[in-house]
């Protein structure tokens, strides 16, 4: 009996303490699963990022994953996780240099992919991109890389109409398409980025009549919001964001007109009950229409950020939507319970979390991922350990039996 005693007891001894001190393998974090979606949509070759389903490299899906490096702050690393000049190489690439510039609707305009088509959102989004990663410092060679900047004003000044606003493409307009509340903003927001980088270029000398453009901004005006043209049915979040949007980029001191009525109608837009609980924090697109999604938060919160009024939002909320919103495959989709989501939602989504979360968006995203494999509230330790306990059990009735 006593023999008994001793091995069991030594042997439970030994594997506790084996147990408590050896190193438990850190859980995968939000971040971990959205970098793992990144790299295997990444192109080294092209150096840009591709859509599910295809291996071709897309301006949006690229602004996606620079996006999310640039709200995570990975993008400052040296080495970059990325060859920066690889990435500004391929998006000087997809700008349009070829044909007459006063007969090929398209030159002058970065396409999605290389040849494709070029609307004023993906145009903006490249410029974005273009000043995320010129900014970087440290960077051989980097100076070497241009894109036509004249030649983008150019095509960004044919969308725009004789109204003043501007639409999605010049290709639109040739088949009979009106101007929108969202490519004018895009346009203007352009613009504005172009004249930043590009101090010789007069970048504003591009727009042809500002006056006409303000007037058919207000044309937009419903109430206290903005349709998305004077011809659309309701006002929205999209188009109330993209007229806070395009009043600052054309001068960001001066204010909005009508500015504290705008600002109470986005904040009322936002989800706060009386709908599934995935789905609150996150902003509904029209009034009443109480079901939130990724992108009219995402317009929503730009917009009030813009305007310094993020306080009035119930910031926890928005980033458990956008939390929500993150798939099983680490990217984020429009709403909550999709299996996979796009780069470009993820880009999105990262620059919500940098702007509700105080500690930025990396702080969001360390969480545990919820889809890991072994997130089940065990661990091996704890199973090792119930084991010990039976085996003390049974080797205690085995020894008193031999007693």
């Not at 088509?117 to 060679?141: C, E, F």
């Not at 004249?195 to 058919?216: C, I, K, P, Q, S």
Request: glycine residues 8%; contains cysteine.
């Amino acid at each position: 009996m006593n023999k008994t005693k001793v091995v069991a007891f030594t042997l439970a001894f030994t594997f506790i303490l084996l147990a408590f001190t050896a190193q438990p393998a850190a859980a995968a974090s939000r971040f971990d699963a959205l970098r793992s979606y990144m790299n295997e949509r990444y192109d080294s070759v092209i150096g840009g990022y591709s859509i599910p389903g295809e291996g071709v490299v897309r301006i949006d899906p690229t602004y996606g994953a620079i996006s999310v490096m640039n709200e995570v702050k990975t993008i400052e690393n040296r080495p970059p996780p990325i060859p920066i000049i690889t990435t500004l190489d391929m998006i000087s690439d997809h700008q349009l240099l070829t044909g007459q510039p006063d007969e090929e609707p398209r030159y002058g305009g970065i396409s999605d992919y290389l040849l494709g088509p070029v609307t004023i959102g993906g145009n903006y989004r490249a410029l974005v991109m273009w000043q995320i990663l010129k900014s970087q410092g440290g960077i051989p060679d980097i100076e070497d890389y241009a894109i036509n900047a004249t030649a983008n004003l150019l095509w960004i000044n044919k969308t725009q109409t004789e109204s003043g606003g501007f639409a999605v493409s010049r290709d639109y307009l040739d088949e009979g398409g009106d101007p929108d509340l969202l490519s004018t903003a895009y346009a203007l927001m352009s613009i504005r980025i172009l004249d930043d980088l590009y101090g010789d270029e007069n970048a504003w000398n591009w727009l042809r009549n500002e006056t006409a453009t303000v007037a058919w901004i207000e044309s937009c005006k419903d109430g206290n919001a903005y349709k998305l043209s004077p011809d659309s049915q309701l006002p929205s979040v999209t188009a109330t964001a993209a007229a806070v949007l395009a009043y600052h980029a054309l001068d960001p001191i001066t204010a909005i007109p009508d500015v504290a009525n705008i600002i109470t109608w986005l904040v009322n837009r936002q989800v706060r009950d009386g709908v599934e609980p995935e789905l609150i924090g996150g902003f509904e697109e029209g009034n009443g229409t109480e079901t939130s999604n990724l992108l009219s938060t995402y317009y929503a919160i730009s917009a009030l950020g813009l305007l310094n009024t993020l306080s009035s939002i119930n910031a926890t909320a928005a980033e458990t939507f956008v939390l929500n919103c993150q798939t099983p495959q680490g990217s984020f989709a429009n709403l909550p319970g999709y299996d996979t989501g796009e780069l470009l939602y993820s880009g999105y989504a990262c620059e919500i979390l940098s702007k509700v979360d105080a500690n930025g968006a990396m702080s969001s995203l360390s969480s545990v991922d919820p889809f890991s494999l072994g997130v089940t509230g065990f661990e091996w330790r704890t199973y090792v350990i119930i084991g010990i306990i039976a085996l003390v059990i049974v080797l205690a009735i085995l020894g008193v039996r031999a007693d």
